[in-house]
């Protein structure tokens, strides 16, 4: 890397790499979608910069390189990203959305995308998801919006952002131990999901009968030695007594949120 300079009215980093100019116009994508990285840049790869080339200067929509002769170059970015920026900046999802319509190009999308997530704004997430044609992704906005409370909307976008040990912090802090063994689960870390019931002394039963389902799905034996010693103490589990604790801990989110549905 040659040289870097941040442009003067926003976040976006511009750089000369290998005798390219390359831009990220959101840099903090990287801690919010990672899949979004190479969407998000831009990449100006001339013959015109020459060897050793340096980046002078970023202001809006304009880079400028002095080459190794002295003569200078201006390269021009997308002139939308400092418009998207004020928009963000403000609040106003609403133009912002409107101006990624209107424009029409996927790396302000993306760029929208990674700001709403930042900002925890779902509605705004979802539909520059959809925008980008990220199915899996839109729906897993959908699937957030949907849980019952505040915590567990939180906990889901920190894991997201690949924050899982935030996320179970935030779920076990709250009194939700139930949600944050389940995630663990979902994640297929069952040593881990079963440390937080031992800790907490509940739901080991319903860590061990969600692993012998998967075990019987999978067509695998038992090789974790600390849940074939709890299987042992707890005996034969009670089906009917492990899914009536957990559409408990569903009802008691609901409650908490208002009656919204839980997962």
């Known amino acids: 890397m040659r040289s870097l300079a941040w442009t ?6 511009a750089a000369m790499i290998d005798q390219k100019l390359v831009v990220w116009y959101y ?34 929509a304009r880079c400028t390189v002095r080459r190794i002769d002295g003569a200078l170059i201006t390269a021009n970015v997308n002139p ?14 609403d133009k912002a959305i409107r101006l990624c319509r209107f424009v029409k190009d996927n790396s302000l999308w993306g760029c929208l995308a990674a ?13 520059a998801y959809a925008a980008i044609e990220q199915v899996d992704k839109l729906l897993y906005m959908c699937h957030i919006k949907e849980l019952p409370t505040v915590e ?17 912090q935030v779920l076990v802090q709250a009194g939700w131990v139930y949600r944050a063994i389940k995630m663990c689960i979902r994640l297929h870390q069952w040593l881990q999901a079963f440390e937080l019931a031992r800790k907490h002394t509940q739901h080991i039963d319903t860590v061990l009968y969600y692993r012998q389902k998967y075990l019987a799905q999978t067509g695998r034996p038992e090789t974790i030695e600390k849940l074939l010693e ?21 009802e008691r989110e609901r409650q908490r949120g208002g009656g919204k549905g839980g997962a």
């Open 115 to 127: 700001m709403a997530i930042d900002a925890k704004d779902l509605n705004t997430a979802e539909v």
């Open 80 to 93: 939308h990203i400092s418009l998207l920026y004020t928009h963000v900046l403000a609040n106003a999802w």
């Open 230 to 250: 709890a299987a042992r103490d707890v005996g034969e589990i009670n089906e009917e007594a492990v899914r009536a604790k957990i559409e408990a801990e569903k």
């Open 152 to 168: 567990a909307r939180e906990a889901e976008l920190l894991l997201f952002r690949r924050r899982k040990a935030e996320a179970l």
């Open 8 to 13: 003067s009215d926003t976040d976006a980093l």
């Open 27 to 60: 840099p903090n994508v990287v801690y919010v979608d990672k899949d979004l990285i190479q969407l998000t840049k831009f990449v100006k790869d001339s013959g015109e910069f020459g060897k050793v080339p340096q980046l002078q200067y970023f202001q809006g």
